[in-house]
């Protein structure tokens, strides 16, 4: 299977623990997204990498959330200290940008299964 | 951020075509329209976007109005696995492009 995968599909843990969650998105692609989604709502926008770097947070990407793309490839977020709030399903995503603006018409992101966190 | 709205619900007949409706009036000349769908219990998942010309592909086609006020995207002979919540994004395609999510159009296709 050469789309995005994300580890664990389901996490339940207690309030105060820390958890961590990995994407590994198609090769080719360089930019990776995270998302959170609750019960009933569209997607989140959380934060996103071109390649190793993170360009954009969200403001819901409160002071317990890291992000991570050490090499370029795979992505980990990390909650520190969850609270029930933080239940939800984080979603990851890549796309591949094209090189030059000029040649950037817009992208279509590829999205994994997500990974259902319950904080209890 | 240009704005679209969405009806929250719609249901199609199997087999019929399945019109979904997005308003995004304050967008500007260079924003595309995108349409993602999310299936439950998965990832959302893209399935067009145009600019300003009418687009179809092997998923669906997209209308957009002359002045690109509103759009709507059309499955032609929905099936009951097009039961899904449809998402319409607008979006400007320069620098950094991250799909913001509504609440979308939940779409259920009945027999």
């Known amino acids: 299977d050469t789309g995005v995968s994300q580890d664990p599909r389901h996490k339940i843990t207690k309030r105060g623990q820390n958890v961590t969650f990995r994407c590994d998105p198609i090769s080719e692609h360089n930019r990776l997204y995270w998302y959170r989604q609750t019960l009933g709502q569209g997607p989140e926008f959380l934060t996103y990498?071109?390649?190793?770097?993170?360009?954009?947070k969200s403001r819901l990407l409160s002071d317990r959330f890291s992000a991570e793309r050490p090499k370029g490839s795979f992505s980990t977020l990390e909650i520190q200290r969850t609270e029930q709030g933080d239940s939800a399903m984080y979603l990851c995503a890549s796309s591949l940008a094209p090189p030059g603006l000029a040649a950037y018409t817009g992208l279509e992101l590829f999205f994994g299964e997500g990974s259902r966190l319950t904080v209890l | 951020d240009a704005k679209t709205t969405q009806p929250p619900s719609m249901d199609c007949a199997e087999g019929r075509a399945a019109n979904l409706p997005c308003n995004h009036s304050?967008?500007?000349?260079?924003?595309?329209v995108y349409w993602y769908r999310q299936i439950h219990s998965q990832g959302p998942q893209y399935i067009i976007h145009g600019l300003k010309n009418n687009e179809t592909n092997e998923m669906a086609s997209l209308i957009i109005t002359e002045d690109r006020k509103s759009s709507t995207l059309i499955l032609p002979h929905a099936t009951l696995r097009d039961t899904a919540v449809y998402y319409c994004?607008?979006?400007?395609?320069?620098?950094?492009?991250?799909?913001?999510f509504g609440r979308g159009t939940s779409l259920i296709v009945h027999p």
């Open positions: 990498f071109q390649n190793e770097a993170q360009l954009e």
């Open positions: 994004i607008v979006r400007v395609d320069v620098g950094s492009y991250i799909p913001t």
């Open positions: 304050t967008i500007s000349g260079n924003e595309y």
